[in-house]
């Protein structure tokens, strides 16, 4: 079946440090790619997504890109804030059309930011 | 702009007891969906329901059971709970097409 295998947390970083959070997986089909965020005591939201191939999505200074040569999805930025401190997961829908499309997440890295 | 909305937020049961958790959402999405968020596994899916009328077991259904009331409602049944239940869950929408919008989440504590 489907799965997503992200790098172990926490990852604790200085403000205005690089990040990356990696993320790999395996599917059959063509799956898309979404990164999620969860910050303390509240649900996930949606970060960005890629839906194919070579495809980049990005938000709020964060970005990933869609490799299929490598099952790869991870996670940048170019400098991170305290503010980005959350919980951060990888997923990935199987895709399908005519019934609802399922997300297999990864387990989530804790993501720390310090001044 | 409420989106998804969980209730309730916080719960605390004794082993046996039975409860109903609420979702409610106001996007007009087909599709809804249950998860429990438990430490270093992540997201993992209970039930779904692509559309009004319809209901499908997920990862990991024992102990659960669903009703779509209507387009709006998706409530998720422990008819006797266990300690294992104790996870916090969240509950989803979705649009075809469209990534899933996440409630602010049940924190269900088994005693």
């Known amino acids: 079946g489907d799965s997503v295998t992200q790098m172990e947390g926490p990852v604790t970083l200085s403000e205005e440090a690089f990040l990356t959070i990696n993320c790999t997986y395996t599917a059959t089909g063509y799956p898309s790619l979404f990164w999620y965020v969860q910050y303390p005591g509240e649900g996930l939201q949606l970060l960005l997504k890629a839906t194919k191939a070579d495809d980049k999505g990005s938000n709020k200074g964060f970005e990933a890109t869609y490799r299929k040569e490598t099952t790869s999805f991870h996670l940048e930025k170019g400098s991170v804030q305290v503010s980005d401190s959350a919980v951060y997961f990888c997923a990935l829908s199987d895709g399908t059309t005519g019934t609802a499309s399922k997300l297999t997440f990864g387990t989530g890295t804790r993501l720390q930011v310090t001044l | 702009n409420a989106g998804v909305t969980q209730t309730p937020k916080f719960q605390v049961l004794k082993t046996g007891q039975s409860m109903t958790l609420q979702c409610a959402q106001d996007?007009?999405?087909?599709?809804m969906y249950w998860y429990r968020q438990d430490p270093g596994m992540g997201l993992r899916l209970i039930y779904y329901?692509?559309?009004?009328?319809?209901?499908d077991k997920g990862e990991v259904p024992n102990g659960y059971n669903v009703s779509r009331l209507n387009k709006r409602e998706f409530s998720l049944r422990l008819e006797s709970a266990a300690p294992s239940q104790t996870s916090v869950y969240f509950c989803?929408?979705?649009?075809?097409?469209?990534?899933?919008?996440f409630g602010d989440g049940t924190r269900l504590s088994i005693l």
């Open positions: 329901s692509a559309s009004e009328g319809t209901t």
């Open positions: 989803a929408s979705r649009a075809d097409s469209q990534p899933q919008h």
């Open positions: 996007m007009n999405h087909n599709s």
